[in-house]
């Protein structure tokens, strides 16, 4: 069974930084391609970036810039780190992977961008 647990979400000032991490089990993590989606007030899950498994990462235009993603293969760790944030980034963060044709999700994790 696939396992994806986000951590890392609260609180942050605008233009502070927080860091996401996903932890990913039941998969040979080094193979895949990891998402980050998130669900901001009012709008359709959006995609922020991916990595792929040689560490080559993709942005959405909105997240070019303030974003960035990681991973740490030894740890089955991918992390999202979310800098100059703003008020437009509060909501939900999610990790994804698809593996054997089927989607797999986190519970997410939640981010407030407020002062």
């Known amino acids: 069974q696939v396992y994806l647990v986000e951590r890392g979400g609260g609180l942050v000032q605008p233009g502070g930084s927080l860091r996401l991490s996903c932890a990913a089990s039941g998969i040979n993590f080094k193979i895949h391609t990891l998402e980050w989606y998130r669900q901001t007030p009012g709008k359709q899950r959006e995609l922020v970036g991916n990595?792929?498994?040689?560490?080559?990462?993709t942005y959405a235009d909105f997240a070019k810039g303030r974003f960035a993603i990681s991973r740490n293969n030894a740890r089955n760790l991918v992390f999202l780190e979310l800098n100059n944030a703003k008020s437009g980034d509060t909501g939900v963060y999610y990790c994804?992977?698809?593996?054997?044709?089927?989607?797999?999700w986190g519970r997410g994790t939640r981010v407030t961008v407020s002062s």
């Open positions: 990595i792929a498994s040689d560490g080559t990462t």
């Open positions: 994804h992977v698809q593996w054997r044709g089927a989607d797999y």
